[in-house]
Each structure stands twice: as C-alpha cells, then as structure tokens.
C-alpha cells in the first residue's frame, strides 16, 4: 500500500515563502506520477504541480508557475514543493498524490496523503 505524509504547512504573509514536503512510499518513485493538489472550502480539489519519476517531466498550474518549483530527493523518498511569493489566494488545504498510470495532474488519483493546510494572509 503506497503511503503519503504530507508537512511543512502554516501560516505566512504573502510574499513569504514555505516549502511543502511528501514522504512517500519507495515505490512511488520508481515511474508513478507524484505531485501537489489544493482544496479551498466550497470548490473541487486542483493540481498545482506534478511531477512524473518516468521521465521528469513536471507540469505547473498557471497561477503558480515562476513561483512554485517541485523536486524530489529519491534516496529520502521526499517530494518537495517550494513556494515563493505566497499570495493570499494560494491559501488552501494542499494535498500530496500518486499515481501509477494516470497523467500529471489529473484527477483521480489512486493514493492520496491528508493533507496540510497553507494560510497566506494580507
């Protein structure tokens, strides 16, 4: 069973910085896709930015692209998604997923983690 951790949330001023972190199951970085979505209350849950262990390729959301970089560190089993330049609308509940077939970013992924909250305030 493929498990995802997700911490490195919290409170910060916009323009700040945080970097998120995913500690996932080893098998996850052999060729699954692996990446950030973000849920605000009242709306459906969004890729932010992906990343496939195939080949590398990354995708980024509009809204975050310049200000957002997602890496991986294989040998920690760590994904990290680091952000710059937070702005009041990036606050959201920001989830790690994977998945073994499916595109970057898309949804329905198979394995989810719980999720940790980003508030960036005025």
């Known amino acids: 069973d493929v498990q995802l951790v997700e911490s490195g949330g919290g409170l910060v001023q916009a323009g700040g910085s945080l970097r998120l972190s995913c500690v996932a199951s080893a098998v996850v970085f052999e060729d699954y896709a692996i990446g950030w979505f973000r849920q605000v209350p009242g709306k459906d849950r969004k890729g932010v930015s992906c990343?496939?262990?195939?080949?590398?390729?990354?995708y980024y959301d509009d809204s975050v692209k310049g200000r957002f970089t997602i890496s991986t560190d294989s040998a920690k089993n760590v994904v990290y998604l680091q952000m710059n330049n937070l702005k009041p609308e990036d606050t959201a509940v920001y989830y790690c997923?994977?998945?073994?077939?499916?595109?970057?970013?898309?949804?329905?992924?198979?394995?989810w983690g719980r999720g940790t909250q980003v508030s960036v305030s005025s």
């Open positions: 990343i496939s262990m195939y080949d590398g390729d990354t």
């Open positions: 997923a994977a998945d073994p077939v499916k595109g970057l970013c898309l949804g329905g992924y198979d394995y």
